[in-house]
């Protein structure tokens, strides 16, 4: 495989559930970054891990867990979750924070 | 911090014609500027991007212009095709500070043939 890949890429869940996603780079960077993309809302950065240290936190809820095991894996776990949170999750990485990004497709979360 | 205004938010053209999409910054010591396409279905990919010391870069039927006295840059796509038919985002940031990319709230291009 190449590139940025995300699962799942659909994701329908309770408020009261806890579910994962998973984002995996093979393109050998050293930054990773998961983005939040909202109907008519301009793509919001959620975290940014640089060598699997998170070196932003962009005001997230604590119901968004970040997770980064080493550097070609991210994970973002969910729990008690919102209807609001329903969105569109972008996983990212880069070659050094901010360089030119490559994007995965995405996992669409639906929150009931 | 920086803020990114993009206009207009949909545009439609015939195939054939051009495309001009503007974004203005705040942040005068922003220095990068990347424009993102995002085609239904995936997620946004890297198109043209353009540092604070040129005013102009293209690449084919693409092309970017800035100005940072006015604080704006812009997409210019020409001959445009069904395929150029995605949203487009523009982003500043100050790269040199690795500062976090500010996305514009993108475009919704509609070329039709």
């Known amino acids: 495989e190449t590139g940025v890949t995300q699962t799942p890429r659909h994701l329908v869940m309770g408020m009261t559930n806890k579910k994962s996603l998973k984002c995996e780079q093979h393109?050998?960077?050293?930054?990773m970054y998961w983005y939040k993309q909202s109907a008519k809302k301009p793509l919001e950065l959620m975290f940014v891990y640089s060598l699997e240290e998170r070196v932003e936190n962009n005001s997230v809820p604590s119901r968004f867990s970040p997770e980064c095991p080493n550097s070609s894996h991210l994970f973002l776990h969910l729990h008690t979750l919102q209807p609001e949170d329903s969105a569109l999750y972008l996983c990212?990485?880069?070659?050094?924070?901010?360089?030119?990004?490559?994007f995965g497709e995405g996992s669409r979360l639906t929150v009931l | 911090g920086e803020n990114v205004e993009q206009h207009p938010s949909t545009l439609s053209v015939q195939e054939g014609d051009s495309a001009v999409i503007k974004c203005t910054y705040s942040d005068s010591a922003s220095n990068y500027f990347p424009w993102y396409k995002q085609e239904l279905g995936k997620g946004p990919q890297l198109i043209i991007d353009i540092r604070s010391n040129v005013g102009e870069k293209k690449d084919q039927r693409i092309a970017v212009t800035l100005n940072k006295t006015a604080k704006h840059f812009s997409l210019h796509i020409t001959e445009t095709q069904p395929e150029d038919s995605a949203v487009y985002f523009c982003?500043?940031?100050?790269?040199?500070?690795?500062?976090?990319?500010?996305f514009g709230g993108g475009t919704r291009l509609m070329v039709k043939p």
């Open positions: 982003a500043a940031s100050n790269n040199n500070a690795g500062n976090m990319l500010t």
């Open positions: 990212a990485s880069s070659q050094d924070t901010f360089r030119e990004l490559f």
């Open positions: 393109l050998g960077h050293n930054a």
